[in-house]
C-alpha cells in the first residue's frame, strides 16, 4: 500500500550544512544550536520567496525541493549572502536535478545522493552545483561559475561536472581542494617536454611538436588531469628530479622522452614515472616512418592510459588520438608552425602564419591550422603590428572555418571572441564567446585568461581577479597567465601582490619582457618614477631596432620632469612611426602628451585610436598617465564612443 502513496518527478533538490559543526558544540553548545537555528529560519524565509519546501531537517543540515533549478540557485545565493552577515553560520550549500521519489516517511533518489556528494565539496560560503543544473541556468544573465570539470563521486556511477557560483560575496573552492577531495589527484600526469635527439637541431619544432599532441591525446582519457602546455615546458631543457617536479606541478606521474628523427625515419622513445618515488611505470622504443606518426602518437597515448585508467575498456574501440588530418606534410608545416607561434614575439608570429598557412593549403580541412592562424593575426592585430581591419578580418574568417569544421575547440572561440572584443566592440558577443570557450574546455587557462581581460576592459574587477587566479590554478607556471593575474592585481590597487606575480614570472624567465612591463606600470601608478626608469631601462636592453625604449622612456622622463629627455625620446617614437607606417603608434603618443601635460595633443591621438579602433585603447580606464584626463569631458565622449559601462571605474590612481 506504500507503494502507492510513492510521489515521482524531477526536481531541483538542494542540501545545506553547517561546516565543522560537531566541532562547535563540544567547544559551546548553545552558540552551535543558535547558529542552526539561525540557518533554518533564514532558509525558511527564502524558501517562500523561491517556491521551495524543506523535506526534512537533520542534525545542522536541510534537505529541500524546488520545482526549478533557477529558483534553487537564486535562493542558495541570498540565503549565503545572508548567513555571512553577523552572526555569521559558515554553511555550504549543494544543488542538483534530477528523479526524485517521495513519500511520508522522506525523500529518495540518485538526485538526494548526488546533490550531497556535491555539497559535499564545498567550503564555507559556497554553493555547489552540477552540470544538470549549470545547463539549466547558463543561460539567464547575471549568474556568474566556476568550473571544475569532471569528477568521480563516492557511490555515484557516472561521473559528474561540478561547478560552483562565482557572484559577490560567495566563496569559491581551490581547484586543488575539489582534486584532493575526489581523488582526480591519483590520476593526474604531466607531458615533459620530448627531447630533440635528431641530427639536426631545426627539428626542435618535431620534438616539441610530438610533446603537444600527446598532450591534446591524454586530455581525452576519462578523469585524466592533464597538466597544461605551457606550464610543462616551463620545464624545457631543465635538468630536476622528477619528484620535485610532481611536486611543483602536483602530478601523481610524468611521461618524459626523446624524438630521433632521420630523413623519414622516427623513433619515439617514452618513459612514464612515477613522482612518490621515482621509478619507471613503463617504458618503449617506437620504430616508424614519418607517415606513421599518427599511429604512434596514440600508441604512446593508450600505453600510458593502460596504466592509468582502469576503466580504458570503455575506451578500447576508439583512438584517443584522432588527428585532424592525415596528411604529412600539412602535420609537418602545422607542427612548424606551433613551434613559433609559442615564442609569442612579433617576427615569430609572422613565421608561424606563414606555417599554418602551408598546412591549409595541403589540407583544407586542418581544423588547428585554422584555429592558431586566427590566434596569431588576432595577437598581431591586438599589439598594432598589422592594420585592425586587415588582422581582425583574416582572424575572424580562420576561426569561423575552424568552428565550422569543428566545433568543440576552445582555441576558435578564444580567437571569435577577441575579434568582436578588440576590434568590433561587441562586448556581449565577445562574452558569449569566451564562455563557450570555458564551458567547452574548463581547464583551459587560455580562456580563463580571455576572460579576465574582458572583464578589466568592461569594469568588472571582481569577476577579472576571479577569472585570472583561476586561470594561475590550472596552469601555474604559465608565464601569460601569471602575467594576467598581476596586471588584475594592479588595476585593483593591489601593488604588492602583482609586483610578486610579476617577480615570479621572471624567475620563470629573466628574458619575459612583459614582466618587466608589468613592474614599470606598477613602479608609474606608485610615483616611484626612479625604480620605473630602472626598469624600463632593463627592458629597453632586451629589445631590438633603432628606437626601442622611447615610448616607455619619453613616458618616464616626462613624469620626472626631464622635458630634454622626454622630447628626445618622443622623437625616436616619430622616427619609428616614419619608417613603419603600418604600425599603429596612437596610444604610445597618447600616453607621452599626457605626461608632458599637453592633454589636448593627447586626445588628438586618444581619437585618432578610438576612430581606427586600436584594440589596446580600450584599456582606456586602467592605463596609468591616460588616467590624469579623466575629468576632463572628452574622456567621457571617448568612453561613450567605444560603448563602455559608465558606472564603473579602475581603482588604478591617478600619477
Not at 575498456?313 to 583512438?319: E, F, M, R, T
Not at 630634454?564 to 619608417?579: Q, V
Not at 561613450?640 to 579602475?650: A, Q, R, V
Request: proline share 3%.
Amino acid at each position: 500500500m506504500a507503494q502507492e502513496n510513492n510521489i515521482r518527478l524531477l526536481a531541483a533538490v538542494m542540501f545545506a550544512d553547517i561546516v565543522g559543526y560537531s566541532k562547535m558544540m563540544q567547544q559551546d553548545e548553545e552558540r552551535a544550536k543558535a547558529l542552526r537555528d539561525r540557518q533554518r529560519a533564514i532558509i525558511e524565509d527564502y524558501l517562500l520567496k523561491y517556491h521551495g519546501q524543506v523535506m526534512q531537517y537533520y542534525g545542522d543540515g536541510t534537505l529541500m525541493l524546488f520545482g526549478s533549478a533557477l529558483d534553487a540557485v537564486n535562493c542558495a545565493r541570498e540565503v549565503q549572502l545572508k548567513l555571512k552577515e553577523d552572526p555569521e553560520v559558515p554553511v555550504r550549500i549543494g544543488i542538483h536535478v534530477g528523479d526524485v521519489v517521495y513519500d511520508d516517511e522522506g525523500i529518495y533518489g540518485d538526485a538526494v545522493n548526488i546533490a550531497a556528494r556535491i555539497q559535499s565539496l564545498g567550503i564555507s560560503g559556497s554553493v555547489m552545483i552540477s552540470g544538470r543544473v549549470f545547463d539549466e541556468i547558463k543561460n539567464h544573465p547575471g549568474i556568474r561559475v566556476e568550473s571544475f570539470g569532471e569528477h568521480e563521486l563516492k557511490n555515484i556511477y557516472i561521473p559528474v561536472n561540478i561547478y560552483a557560483l562565482a557572484d559577490k560575496g560567495l566563496s569559491v573552492p581551490d581547484q586543488n581542494y575539489i582534486q584532493e577531495l575526489t581523488g582526480s589527484i591519483q590520476k593526474s600526469i604531466a607531458v615533459l617536454p620530448f627531447s630533440n635527439y635528431s641530427f639536426e637541431p631545426d627539428n626542435e619544432y618535431f620534438s616539441d611538436g610530438i610533446t603537444e599532441e600527446i598532450i591534446n591525446a591524454l586530455t581525452k582519457v576519462k578523469d585524466l588531469r592533464v597538466t597544461s602546455r605551457t606550464s610543462v615546458f616551463a620545464y624545457k631543457n631543465v635538468n630536476k628530479d622528477i619528484r620535485d617536479i610532481g611536486k611543483e606541478l602536483n602530478v601523481a606521474t610524468i611521461l618524459e622522452g626523446s624524438v630521433r628523427k632521420a630523413g623519414d625515419q622516427i623513433r619515439v622513445t617514452a618513459q612514464l614515472v612515477s613522482t612518490d618515488d621515482g621509478f619507471h611505470i613503463w617504458s618503449e622504443n617506437f620504430d616508424c616512418e614519418l607517415k606513421n606518426i599518427f599511429a604512434v602518437q596514440d600508441e604512446i597515448s593508450r600505453r600510458i592510459a593502460e596504466k592509468l585508467e582502469d576503466s580504458l575498456s570503455l575506451q578500447d574501440d576508439a583512438k584517443l588520438y584522432e588527428s585532424p588530418t592525415q596528411n604529412v606534410d600539412a602535420y609537418n608545416y602545422y607542427l612548424q608552425g606551433l613551434f613559433y607561434w609559442n615564442k609569442r614575439t612579433p617576427e615569430a608570429v609572422h613565421k608561424a602564419i606563414s606555417y599554418f598557412e602551408k598546412a591549409i593549403g595541403e589540407c583544407n580541412t586542418y581544423t588547428n591550422a585554422y584555429s592558431y592562424l586566427a590566434n596569431c593575426y588576432t595577437y598581431l592585430g591586438t599589439i598594432g603590428h598589422m592594420p585592425g581591419a586587415k588582422a581582425f578580418t583574416r582572424a575572424e574568417k580562420n576561426a569561423l572555418k575552424a568552428i565550422e569544421i569543428n566545433n568543440s575547440r576552445a582555441d576558435s572561440y578564444i580567437a571569435l571572441g577577441n575579434v568582436d572584443l578588440f576590434f568590433k566592440w561587441d562586448f556581449y558577443a565577445a562574452e558569449a564567446n569566451f564562455r563557450k570557450a570555458i564551458t567547452i574546455e574548463p581547464n583551459s587557462s587560455e580562456a580563463r585568461q580571455a576572460f579576465a581581460f574582458y572583464n578589466c576592459i568592461i569594469g568588472r574587477y571582481d569577476k577579472m581577479v576571479t577569472q585570472a587566479e583561476a586561470a594561475v590554478k590550472i596552469d601555474p607556471l604559465s608565464l601569460p597567465a601569471l602575467m594576467q593575474l598581476g596586471r588584475a592585481y594592479w588595476t585593483i590597487g593591489d601593488y604588492e601582490k602583482a609586483l610578486n606575480q610579476f617577480n615570479e614570472a621572471l624567475e620563470l624567465d629573466p628574458m619575459f619582457r612583459s614582466a618587466l612591463e608589468g613592474k614599470t606600470m606598477v613602479y608609474i601608478t606608485q610615483k616611484k618614477y626612479d625604480k620605473a626608469l630602472r626598469t624600463t631601462k632593463k627592458y629597453t636592453r632586451m629589445l631590438d631596432g633603432k628606437y626601442k625604449g622611447g615610448s616607455q622612456l619619453a613616458v618616464i622622463y616626462a613624469l620626472l620632469g626631464d622635458r630634454e629627455r622626454a622630447e628626445e625620446n618622443l622623437e625616436l617614437i616619430k622616427l619609428r612611426d616614419k619608417e613603419k607606417p603600418h604600425h599603429n603608434l596612437a596610444l604610445d603618443y597618447a600616453m607621452v602628451y599626457a605626461a608632458m601635460k599637453d592633454y589636448d595633443r593627447a586626445f588628438e591621438y586618444l581619437e585618432e585610436a578610438v576612430r581606427l579602433k586600436l584594440g589596446s585603447v580600450l584599456l582606456i580606464k586602467t592605463l596609468p598617465v591616460i588616467n590624469n584626463l579623466k575629468d576632463d569631458a572628452r574622456f567621457q565622449k571617448l568612453i561613450d564612443k567605444i560603448g563602455l559601462p559608465k558606472e564603473k571605474t579602475s581603482r588604478v590612481k591617478a600619477v
